[in-house]
């Protein structure tokens, strides 16, 4: 079992930045991808981020190549969403991801079997 808990969500003004992070805790060393996903009310969990503990080059959606980074720190077993730029189309309930297994789709919320409880993120105009 892997428990995960998000923190750093907030209000920020358009432009501005903001940095979310995933604790992990139980089997960790059995992940090999996490991610972040996020949604809105009304419509399905949408993939922002996504990348394998073992390394390699992180997925990221259209909407945020180049405004967002996702970081993987081994040793504090924590995974962080640096967001800069903000929009107001980025405000949603963010939620980090986890799976033991190497098979999976990375882009896909169905894909993944461990969730934290999300952490709100609103961006103003």
């Known amino acids: 079992q892997v428990h995960l808990v998000e923190s750093g969500g907030g209000s920020v003004q358009a432009g501005g930045s903001l940095r979310l992070s995933c604790v992990a805790s139980?089997?960790?060393?059995?992940?090999?991808?996490m991610a972040w996903f996020r949604q809105v009310p009304g419509e399905e969990r949408e993939g922002v981020a996504a990348r394998s503990t073992f390394g390699g080059t992180p997925v990221y959606h259209n909407s945020v190549q180049g405004r967002f980074t996702i970081i993987h720190d081994v040793a504090k077993n924590t995974l962080y969403l640096q967001m800069s730029s903000l929009k107001p189309e980025d405000t949603a309930m963010y939620y980090c991801a986890a799976d033991p297994r190497n098979g999976i789709d990375p882009r896909r919320h169905t894909s993944y079997g461990y969730w934290g409880q999300g952490t709100q993120v609103t961006v103003s105009s």
């Open positions: 139980g089997a960790t060393s059995s992940i090999y991808y």
